[in-house]
Every structure is written in C-alpha cells, then in structure tokens.
C-alpha cells in the first residue's frame, strides 16, 4: 500500500452509490410528477382564466424563468428558516 492519498473502492462506497442511485430516482420522480401536474394547471388558467389571473401568473413565471436557478436556490435557502423551516445540508 503506498504512503499518503488513496482512492481505491470499498465495499462500504458502492452501498453510498447505490443509495445516492435511488434518492436520485426518487428526486426524478417526484420533479417530473410535479412539472407535469403544475405545467398542465398553469397551462389551463394561462388560456382559460381571465386576464388579471392569466397575467398575474404570466409574470410569476417570467420572474421564475428570467431569474437564475443558483440565485432561487440561495434566495430559498435563506427565506425558509424564519418560517420554522430547517433544512440541513449533505443529510
């Protein structure tokens, strides 16, 4: 065995990847499912709601969209805590 750094596999790691494989899926899953419900709800008030709700939502969405995913993420990270909120990082 040498001195110093070593990268070698263990049984132990190929347990973390594969639970990694499944919380992965299970975030797949959940996305899709959710994009796929909200997309179609947002889809129908945008043709068939009147013009205050469609352009309200409209704009929400272009916020959404215009804003960078990097900066939503910093933005709910740090406004969710004040409502009883705790969210850990790597748990």
């Known amino acids: 065995m040498q001195d110093g750094f070593f990268t070698a596999f263990q049984a132990s790691d190929f347990l973390y990847l594969g639970e990694a494989a499944l919380r992965t899926l299970l975030i797949s899953i ?3 499912t959710l994009g796929t419900i909200l997309g179609i709800l947002f889809g129908w008030v945008l043709q ?8 309200a939502l409209a704009f929400v969405l272009d916020v959404f969209r215009s804003v960078p ?23």
Request: glycine share 2%; proline share 9%; charged share 10%.
């Open 30 to 32: 959940v996305s899709i």
């Open 48 to 55: 068939a709601s009147r013009w205050y709700a469609s352009a």
């Open 69 to 91: 995913l990097i900066i939503q993420l910093i933005l709910f990270f740090n406004f969710v805590p004040p409502f009883g909120i705790r969210m850990k990082p790597f748990e």
